[in-house]
């Protein structure tokens, strides 16, 4: 592969970066006024996943594809791994430790790229008929989705699970399978849903619901919603956003980062920050008509769009009451390495598949020729 193809420039998406790194230097500005602890290791971080953008920019992704499947089954067996061996933290075994370190890993964490890779392995392998995937394929596809969802939901990890589970089956809806099946799914869910409430969550995730659906919100919440009130339309300056310097506000760097976003930058801060993501969701969805018949990147593109939604729709609503409190982290904007690495190993991808595109249809006339 040439590095330095004159045609790099000309197919990199630069959109991406445009939306992302605004992102990530509000999120450093803020964690700095919070702690410079935390703004050193937030450089770490930084650093660490723009190493991993860089490696997954120039790997061969198509050339090594015949990887992917053994990829998804290592991940496959980490998880499986966790239930024997696993670490256990805050009441949940999700962890693995690395051998003679003192490091652990989440091999749900490194599940989500083998994942969207193992998804659109299968479709780019078998593209969706004229009238969309039929029930085979439809099942083949979802074992693919339900595997690692009940393996996470098992730890107990519903809340990434879950967004697992939405991003599959989301993006099988934009490829196209047949109406048929999911109005059969819909009739399923609606006739399970109290079966699966009160026989398979746990205490703690009815817990979460129950305070949901209260009245009154739960502490953390109450919390985060004066913040949000208390930045008005313009924000307060660092030493008047007292909810967050008087220790408030909980998880003020991470799960209600943008409560306190909006504390500091009011409500023009907080609608920039989301018009932020909005603008590169739709982007990455428009990328659809672009790529209609590589259906390798459009899996890729569908599957990243809907995390970045999922996530920020998730965060964003558990700081104002809308849903449950679950640790879903604001991409590219709560502090932490394992997210922030994630996002970035996606968007590494995305870009060599963008970037490189040339190199496949390259090997499509020189097969022709042949």
Known sequence: MKLFDRRILTHF??????????????????????????????????????????????????????????????????????????VKKLGAKRWLEVPFTHFTIQPSELLKSSFILMLAYLIYRDPPPKNGYKLKSFLKLSFYILLPFFLIAAEPDLGTATVLLIVGFGTLFIIGVNYKIWLSIFLVIAVSSPIFYTNLLKPYQKQRIHDFLAEKPSYQVQQSIIAIGNGGLKGKNSDEATQTHFKFLPISTSDFIFAYTVERFGFIGGAFLLLLYMLLIFHLLSLNAKFKDDYFTRVALNCVALFIFIYTAVNVSMTIGFAPVVGIPLPFFSHGGSSFTTFMVFFGILQHLITFRYFALDTKIRLKGT
Not at 34 to 45: G, N, P
């Open 13 to 86: 998406d630069f959109v991406q970066p445009a939306l992302i790194l605004p992102i990530i230097a509000i999120s450093f500005i803020l964690v700095a006024e919070v702690s410079s602890f935390l703004a050193e290791k937030q450089l770490i971080y930084t650093l660490v996943g723009f190493l991993c953008f860089s490696f997954f920019f120039i790997l061969p992704i198509r050339k090594l594809a015949w990887l992917i499947p053994l990829l998804y089954w290592i991940n496959i067996f980490l998880l499986l791994s966790v239930d024997i061996f696993g």
